[in-house]
């Protein structure tokens, strides 16, 4: 029972931490105003206003017994004292009726008189009203024949303070709460820019120089952040120089081989060989292609329709098929993304004869598959062809010619976008490459 009440607690909880904490500072302050509103209210207020009450209807009750004891003459001088020392306004209504519409259910104000009323005068020989006039309250009592009016200030039974109760209680909390709120948002605000720029990190965007800000704990782990990122590029750029640079003094040997074979007159012999360094080539190119990967490119807004439609027009195969939909822009590094998606399609072209490209999206993903009719890829390798150098000789493998590095720079580009690329099997029979993307 525990578990589900806490359960529904954070289902209800905002999720924010600004909201916890303005929570965390707000829900004090809160119910100790509603406590000692309660307080106030049942010990104080209506206490008082019920002695006010009390005193005002004896005083009633006493003229009511003044009018039914004396004669005309001494009526109309307690009257005119009345007037004048209590602010009373008393008159002799002839032949009216008395009514009930005149209770405010939800008033404390109505309920006290009431009660005092009913048990004076019983439950249907008077008659009040604290609303017919702004200031001023009516009561009617019945005496034999004749209704008694008395007109007095509400004060009498109200007790003034309360209004001004209510706006010292509300006032001092609602400034602290809007200071609460002004503090909070300057303690969230570095925190939240920590996580941008960590988001920003993980997609593959380089990240300027950091200026931690924020309270100490905030500072240091701010400080720590930009720390590791700067260790992280740096390896990075080390890793992809080391590549770029292995492969580039790979080139010069290649070619000089190259002519040597061509002077060589065992054709057969030069024919094979060149082969071989042909394919050496091609594995320098995956090489280079797979540190191009890990290079520096800015983050810009793409139209993915037009690069796709680019992409189309540089394979220009009729085999390949681009399904495209309304335009559909996210942020990301274009040239990265075309390489992704170009190695992906001539990898179904190559171990199939048919490539159909589908693009679909829903409130903050895009979705693109790939789908081909080639033998496809057993279900138990599918988390292996992500893997470096790793080709399958049974049924394909990302480049017949290659190292094995393909499906390792889509992943690695996908990844770097934050998105996410799976493998399933195509309606058309081959391999389908699903890969979602964050606007």
Known sequence: MLSGLTRVIKIILP????????????????ILQLIVSIVF??????KANKGMTRSLVSEIKTLVDVYNQSDKNQINYITSIYKKNYDYVINILEKEILDDSFERKFSPMDRSLRRELKSTFGSENYWFSTTSYLDIVEVKIRSDDKILQFLFPKEKIA????????????????????????????????????????????????????????ALEIRKASYEFDRMAKRINRHLKQRSEMLSGISHDLRTPLTRLKLQLAMLSQKEIS?????????MEKMLNDYLEFSKTQSHEETVKIDITKLLEKIEFNINNKNLTIKKDNKIFLYGRPNSLRRCFENVIINGLNYGEKVVVNINYSSNLLILTFDDNGPGIPE???????KPFFRLDKSRSLNKSGVGLGLSIVEDIVNSHGGNIQLNESKLGGLQVKISLPF
Do not use: H
Not at 15 to 30: D, H, M, N, T
Not at 41 to 46: M, Q
Not at 381 to 386: G, H, I
């Open 159 to 214: 007790t003034s303070s309360v209004r001004l109760f209510i706006l010292w209680l509300t006032v001092p909390s609602l400034i602290l709460i809007l200071i609460a709120i002004l503090f909070l948002k300057n303690q969230t605000k570095p925190i939240v820019k920590l996580a941008k720029a960590a988001e920003k990190f993980g997609k593959g965007d380089y990240v300027n120089e950091f200026k931690t800000s924020g």
């Open 271 to 279: 024919k094979k060989m060149s082969n071989d360094i042909d394919e």
């Open 15 to 30: 999720k924010g931490l600004f909201y916890r904490s303005l929570i965390i500072v707000a829900a004090p302050i809160i």
């Open 41 to 46: 209210f049942d010990s104080i207020w209506i």
């Open 380 to 386: 138990d390798q599918f988390k292996n062809v992500f």
